[in-house]
T-cell receptor, first 114, second 113 residues
Framework: KAGVTQTPRYLIKTRGQQVTLSCSPI?????VSWYQQTPGQGLQFLFE???????NKGNFPGRFSGRQFSNSRSEMNVSTLELGDSALYLC?????????????FGEGSRLTVL | GQQLNQSPQSMFIQEGEDVSMNCTSS?????WLWYKQDPGEGPVLLIA?????ELTSNGRLTAQFGITRKDSFLNISASIPSDVGIYFC?????????????FGTGTRLTIIP
């Protein structure tokens, strides 16, 4: 079974630009969550999507948004990038029907904002 | 954002030693999870715990769900070089319909040659 796939793995942007990150969950998993990881704040929950609907949202500004497609693939977008948005963005998928809370993470997309 | 208190922050041990780390929260959790993250990789799930007092093993790893439901512990026996990495605890508040995890601050494990 293929794991969670995130693209791109690395990207560099400048302040004010916007970025879109993509995530393909494990086959059969319909829930996708996004986390931001920084040295200072650790792993912080961004949002969760299930059946193309946002089910849960963390404490991030509106510049952070996401969506989920009918095939469960998800994208997150960050607009008007700031230096502080530099981070590893992790996507995780889960089988919500099993209700175990177990998340399976991808390798992440490392964003650098200059 | 919220983070769970995890200790120690870092550990320097020799190969073959046992390791203990713990995680505490001001909130009650219904699920505790332990992850390991290697450099440049995403966290990998090690152990999941679902009941207060539960003790679960995965090879040389043993984790416990604290009886107060506000803490969890991870032990690694007879450490080997591939145990190097950062270990995170994570808690889930709700049993149903909520996949959000709150993560600990991490414990960085280094093995001294």
């Amino acid at each position: 079974k293929a794991g969670v796939t995130q693209t791109p793995r690395y990207l560099i942007k400048t302040r004010g630009q916007q970025v879109t990150l993509s995530c393909s969950p494990i086959s059969g998993h319909r829930s996708v969550s996004w986390y931001q990881q920084t040295p200072g704040q650790g792993l912080q929950f961004l949002f969760e999507y299930f059946s193309e609907t946002q089910r849960n949202k963390g404490n991030f500004p509106g510049r952070f948004s996401g969506r989920q497609f009918s095939n469960s693939r998800s994208e997150m977008n960050v607009s008007t990038l700031e230096l502080g948005d530099s981070a590893l963005y992790l996507c995780a998928s889960s089988d919500r029907r099993r209700n175990t809370g177990e998340l399976f993470f991808g390798e992440g997309s490392r964003l650098t904002v200059l | 954002g919220q983070q769970l208190n995890q200790s120690p922050q870092s550990m320097f041990i020799q190969e073959g030693e046992d390791v203990s780390m713990n995680c505490t929260s001001s909130s009650i959790f219904n699920t505790w999870l332990w992850y390991k993250q290697d450099p440049g990789e995403g966290p990998v799930l090690l152990i999941a715990l679902y009941k207060a007092g539960e003790l679960t093993s995965n090879g040389r790893l043993t984790a416990q769900f604290g009886i107060t439901r506000k803490d969890s512990f991870l032990n690694i026996s007879a450490s080997i070089p591939s145990d190097v990495g950062i270990y995170f605890c994570a808690g889930r508040l709700s049993n149903f319909g909520n996949e959000k995890l709150t993560f600990g601050t991490g414990t960085r494990l280094t093995i001294i040659p």
